[in-house]
Nanobody, 120 residues
Framework: QVQLVESGGGLVQPGGSLRLSCAAS????????MGWYRQAPGKQRELVAT???????NYADSVKGRFTISRDNAKNTVYLQMNSLKPEDTAVYYC??????????????WGQGTQVTVSS
């Protein structure tokens, strides 16, 4: 009913940059919070950054000052600009959106994940 499609992952050297995108589609009336989470091998999924429909942002301490989350409400798209990447940023990054459908259901939707690898 709601699909989230991520793009922009890949392999980058330490200190490099990547930009992730996530586009939501389906029976969407409105999108409340959108965000990015990540899961490294052998670890639990953790919050990276979130952004509300009004533009308020929240970041994990480990990415503050290096990552920037933004969204285009007209395109139902959220972005994650990642700068000064470190090997410990290596993980599968998942997009998340809290969606209200046209039938007034609230759905917590996830993308399929995109791999980010930081290595020399």
């Amino acid at each position: 009913q709601v699909q989230l499609v991520e793009s922009g992952g890949g392999l980058v050297q330490p200190g490099g940059s990547l930009r992730l995108s996530c586009a939501a589609s389906g029976i969407i009336f409105s999108i409340n919070a959108m965000g990015w989470y990540r899961q490294a091998p052998g670890k639990q999924r953790e919050l990276v950054a979130t952004i509300t429909s009004g533009g308020s942002t929240n970041y994990a301490d480990s990415v503050k000052g290096r990552f920037t989350i933004s969204r285009d409400n007209a395109k139902n798209t959220v972005y994650l600009q990642m700068n000064s990447l470190k090997p410990e940023d290596t993980a599968v990054y998942y997009c998340n959106a809290v969606v209200t459908t046209y039938t007034n259901y609230k759905l917590n939707s996830w993308g399929q994940g995109t791999q980010v690898t930081v290595s020399s």
